[in-house]
């Protein structure tokens, strides 16, 4: 690709993040020919010199097989390193930075607030010589007075536009299938509410356990991490008004009115767990009570879903590892009803599930080519390219925090039920179940 060299600018580059994910999302990139012309542009805590910063990030390279060392050879070429503290004069080598510019937060969520005051106070918002955008990881905030101030001061500097939300967990993939689902099939549109719809399931199962993110996890659990987000996202995406363009704009819009329509949620309608061991594992504080297993039962006030239930849940070391998101139907004369099942992982698929005189027939179908990168580098790309389809809003992050509140308030006390490792979860899951409704297990096959 060719044009006006961007600057990819990566505040935290000898960290975790950008070793695990962004640098292998660069040269995976690169190998496809998708990258446009790079300046790699580093900052870290590290003294440690450019040649140093090089080789200490391809030694973690070298252990993923899938990379082209070729491909690494030349996005090494790319990096420029500086040790520097985040605040104005560290960063002041970056003054007067020319070209568009993607500043890469790379960094511990408290230190994003500095980062973004560092950045516009050194002017480099101001797009007087090409775009300019922020990219930040989850977490956006704890709590929802956390999320309004970190966009309060992301907003002192930068548009909104120029901001973005980098939740990398679905990618475009999972999230252009239920688009296409629903914008190509408008006679589902019939059926995608309270008329065809009993209630509506989003999980996300785990089988794996902290992997030695305890530092993040204890100060985070399943509602933070999985459910305020993720499969609030999801949530929204099945129950907004489908939007007249598929554009940033209009897609925002409706994803945010989805879920200003939701109910807060009740402690009552709210279940907790934390596997069994969880104490043990390296990190963890004596007697924590973070919850690896987050439950809720949601209601909208949109009329297109009044009356319907949405149930969430996410939890770690599950006896599966699966995600879908699943409209059941209204039960037939013999109680038993079908359902549309978004199939998220293992495999990425769509299955429809119709009641027949010998019990139920499912159909399964292929949604489209295999993804042609990870969700990583999917969601990367799109922040180069400036694509803000994927990235939620302001607005969204901040419903989404009033949503939780309530039960993040009520989980002060207390403590998670614990559960078995290689189970299904917490019994207290079941109690949020309205009669006749099932979560479905082993990724709907049950």
């Known amino acids: 690709m060719s044009g006006t060299p961007l600057n990819l600018v990566v505040l935290g580059l000898t960290g975790d993040l950008s070793r695990r994910l962004l640098l292998p999302a660069l040269v995976r990139l690169h190998m496809e020919g998708r990258l446009p012309p790079l300046r790699l542009l580093g900052f870290g805590a590290e003294a440690w010199g450019e040649e140093e910063v090089r080789e200490r990030l391809g030694a973690f390279i070298a252990q993923r097989p899938e990379l082209d060392p070729r491909a690494w050879a030349e996005v090494r070429g790319w990096i420029r390193y500086r040790q520097a503290a985040i605040s104005p004069q560290g960063l002041a080598p970056l003054r007067g930075l020319e070209g568009p510019a993607l500043f890469y937060l790379a960094l511990p969520p408290r230190l994003f607030p500095k980062a973004a005051t560092a950045l516009g106070r050194l002017g480099l918002a101001r797009e007087r010589t090409g775009w300019r955008r922020i990219a930040v990881e989850k977490p956006f905030g704890q709590d929802l007075a956390s999320a309004q101030r970190l966009n309060r001061v992301l907003h002192r500097h930068f548009r909104e536009e120029q901001v973005l939300r980098m939740d990398h967990f679905l990618g475009k993939r999972a999230v252009e299938n239920l688009l296409a689902l629903r914008r190509h099939n408008p006679s589902l549109e019939a059926l995608w509410g309270r008329a065809g719809v009993a209630y509506v399931e989003i999980t996300y199962a785990e089988t794996l356990g902290l992997e030695g993110r305890a530092a993040y996890y204890e100060g985070t659990g399943a509602l933070r991490d999985m459910l305020q987000n993720h499969l609030l996202q999801l949530l929204a995406l099945v129950a907004m008004d489908p939007p007249a363009r598929l554009e940033a704009l209009s897609l925002r819009a409706a994803k945010a009115e989805a879920l200003r329509a939701l109910e807060a949620a009740s402690p009552k309608a709210a279940a907790r767990g934390q596997y069994q061991g969880y104490g043990e594992e390296p990190g963890v504080r004596p007697g924590s009570r973070t919850e690896t297993f987050a439950a809720l039962r949601l209601f909208s006030t949109a009329p297109r879903w009044q009356g319907v239930p949405f149930y969430l849940r996410s939890g770690k070391r599950l006896s599966g590892a699966f995600g879908h998101v699943a409209l059941a139907f209204h039960p037939g004369p013999r109680g038993a009803g079908g359902r549309l099942l978004l199939r998220l992982k293992p495999e990425v698929g769509l299955a429809l599930a119709l009641q027949g005189e010998a019990g139920e027939e499912v159909l399964e179908f292929r949604l489209g080519p295999e993804p042609e990168f990870g969700a990583y580098e999917e969601i990367l ?23 939780v509140e309530p039960v993040l308030q009520a989980w002060r006390r207390g403590r998670p039920e614990v559960y078995p490792q290689g ?19 082993g990724g709907g096959k049950a």
């Open 381 to 403: 790309l799109a922040a180069l390219e400036g694509d803000l389809t994927h990235f939620p809003s302001e607005v969204e992050v901040e419903e989404a925090w009033r949503v």
């Open 423 to 441: 189970s299904p979860g917490p019994e207290a899951q079941h109690r949020l179940l309205l009669p006749g409704h099932r979560w479905l297990e």
